[in-house]
């Protein structure tokens, strides 16, 4: 089974550039997408944006179109959130988690794998 370890997270300012890091060890061919998702201070998870691994496709919740892209490293079993022009909204725990399915969309149910998150906090 994928294990997931985030990395990467800190403490920056506004309008500043991050980029955190999911190393996925056990990756199987089933391992469809990897999603990044975030938990801010009394609030619940939401969905950032999601990657394959195949094809690199990628989609994005609007609060972030423009400002994180999501990339992948298939042969070091990576996966990447460049996040910038950073807000202090964007403040939180960041996760990334692993699916199976092709069509799992933001819903973090559909997300069966997840990594321990990375604190990230923004300044302003």
């Known amino acids: 089974q994928v294990q997931l370890v985030e990395s990467g997270g800190g403490r920056v300012q506004a309008g500043d550039s991050l980029r955190l890091s999911c190393t996925a060890s056990?990756?199987?061919?089933?391992?469809?997408?990897v999603g990044w998702f975030c938990q801010a201070p009394g609030k619940e998870r939401e969905f950032v944006g999601a990657i394959t691994w195949i094809g690199g496709g990628t989609y994005y919740a609007d609060s972030v179109k423009g400002r994180f892209t999501a990339s992948r490293d298939t042969a070091k079993n990576q996966v990447y959130l460049q996040m910038n022009k950073v807000e202090s909204e964007d403040t939180a725990v960041y996760y990334c988690a692993q699916t199976v399915r092709r069509h799992a969309g933001s819903d973090e149910a559909n997300y069966g794998t997840w990594g321990q998150g990375t604190q990230v906090i923004v300044a302003s």
């Open positions: 056990g990756r199987t061919v089933d391992d469809y997408a």
